[in-house]
């Protein structure tokens, strides 16, 4: 008798836990959860690794065009330096005013290559202070072979009139101008300033000045023969204007939000490049054939390492910026996730603009990025390299990337990156002339978007693996060196 009376009590109990327990998971379940005002409280503390920084190069002094009002004090809207890869040792860097010059870093001089300006391009580089013009730039990696198809050529990305050619994609969804990818030809590959030819190979509608076009680029370890030698990658923002508003992060039959993947020497159908067979969505007709990876929002530069991993730097909306892993194939998130974070997007009673701690829902199988930091730390992360050099022994098995406003640059290491469980970060120290400072204290000027001012940094290296940093605050560019003893 006295155990079946505990039995019974323990039964009680244990239905009582279970109300308690459902209780309590269906009010989590359907609470709103509150918006996080500091997403990553912790603080990116700075490292133990100092460099020096020194001068390389002062670019020409650009304007923005007569026809609009100025749209930023920049001296030079400098914005990509990578090498050219002909084995010269030149490196090349693209003003968004529409200028690409050649730097010499043995005489420290400095050569106009080509100025879309001399060109009857309809070109638009002042829509938006430093996010329309010449975003983009790549030399094919046959540019200096003679006989081979890809002899001569380079490409730009570029911003044009709305309705100034004929567009591949949102042809009416083109309000504020439309981004267009040109393949040039040289006659002679070694002749400066260019003489050669252009074509038009790719356009796309843009409904907003932002989020344009940015990074263009050969895969720097694909191998002649192989699958991916020759195809060009670029990238395309979410298409503009704030949080997504067409949803293009996540509508794979539009080319925003993602990273392309073009063969620019061969056709496809009617258009004037090829769509590389193993592309992950080339047999789905709902979607974009070019889209090698989407679901990011203003993917605006990615690299590689020397073992061919892809590094994606996504620019947040409000909260986080972020690090990505490229994958073929592969959905970042936006506009449902900002870095680990849920948006509010496509979530009943939540508004969109602060960021939640929100379950992902494994349905989506989004790929998680493998470092990420919020506002409190900067406000738009730029490009980024994984350190293969050999002056600093220091950065080795390190990504460096910079937050373009705040003019820091992070470092993490590259071993063992897991997307989804992001890494610590760190801050790389800077000493000027045997001084550690800050570099926006040496190259801010007056910030156009937000109150105070920026650096606008972007980070490049040489055939080397040297990292390079352009201002275009004062239009010049520097180079990390090993720090010197005192």
Not at 253 to 270: E, K, M, Y
Not at 363 to 384: C, K, L, M, T, W
Not at 457 to 468: H, M, T
Request: include cysteine.
């Amino acid at each position: 008798m006295k155990r079946s009376r505990t039995i019974q009590l323990r039964l009680i109990a244990l239905i009582a836990a279970t109300a308690i327990l459902s209780t309590y998971l269906f009010g989590c379940i359907n609470k709103k959860p509150p918006p996080l005002t500091d997403p990553i409280p912790e603080k990116i503390k700075k490292g133990d690794i100092v460099v020096g920084v020194v001068e390389r190069f002062q670019l020409p002094k650009t304007t923005d065009p007569v026809k609009k009002p100025a749209t930023t004090s920049a001296y030079a809207r400098l914005q990509y330096i990578k090498p050219v890869g002909d084995d010269s040792g030149k490196l090349a860097v693209c003003d968004l005013r529409g200028q690409l010059y050649l730097l010499y870093p043995k005489s420290g001089s400095v050569r106009m290559y080509l100025d879309l300006n001399a060109y009857p391009l309809s070109s638009d580089t002042s829509t938006m202070p430093n996010e329309t013009g010449l975003g983009g730039f790549a030399f094919h990696p046959d540019f200096s072979k003679k006989g081979e198809l890809g002899y001569g050529k380079f490409y730009t990305g570029i911003s044009v009139t709305s309705g100034s050619g004929k567009a591949n994609y949102h042809k009416e969804a083109n309000s504020s101008h439309e981004s267009v990818v040109l393949e040039w030809s040289a006659s002679d590959h070694s002749k400066i300033p260019f003489e050669g030819t252009y074509r038009e190979i790719f356009r796309v509608g843009q409904f907003a000045p932002n989020h344009s076009i940015g990074t263009l680029a050969f895969k720097p370890t694909a191998q002649p023969g192989s699958d991916d030698y020759g195809n060009l990658y670029f990238c395309l923002g979410d298409g503009g204007a704030g949080f997504d508003p067409m949803d293009y992060g996540q509508s794979m039959d539009s080319p925003h939000g993602a990273i392309l993947r073009i063969n620019p020497l061969v056709r496809t159908g009617s258009r004037n490049y090829g769509i590389p067979e193993d592309n992950p969505f080339v047999f789905d007709t709902n979607v974009a054939p070019e889209i090698w990876a989407y679901g990011l929002r203003h993917p605006q530069q990615f690299s590689w390492d020397e073992n061919g991993r892809m590094f994606i730097n996504d620019i947040g909306q409000n909260q986080v910026e972020e690090v990505n892993i490229g994958q073929a194939g592969a959905n970042y998130g936006w506009r449902i996730r900002e870095g680990t974070f849920a948006t509010g997007s496509n979530i009943d009673q939540l508004s969109v603009g602060p960021v939640y701690n929100f379950p992902a829902d494994p349905a989506d199988n989004f790929v998680g990025p493998v470092a990420q930091y919020d506002h409190d730390e900067g406000r738009a992360i730029g490009s980024g390299f994984a350190y293969t050099g050999n002056q600093i022994e220091a950065l080795k098995g390190k990504y460096l990337f910079a937050d373009i406003v705040r003019g820091r640059i992070f470092y993490i290491d590259t071993k063992d990156l897991l997307p989804g469980n992001p890494a610590e970060i760190r801050e790389l120290r800077l000493s000027f002339d045997g001084e550690e400072k800050d570099l926006l204290d040496l190259v801010g000027y007056p910030n156009t978007y937000h109150p105070g001012m920026r650096a606008d940094l972007r980070l490049g290296i040489d055939d080397k693996g040297e990292v390079f940093l352009v201002t275009k605050g004062d239009g010049k560019v520097r180079q990390l060196v090993p720090l010197k003893p005192m």
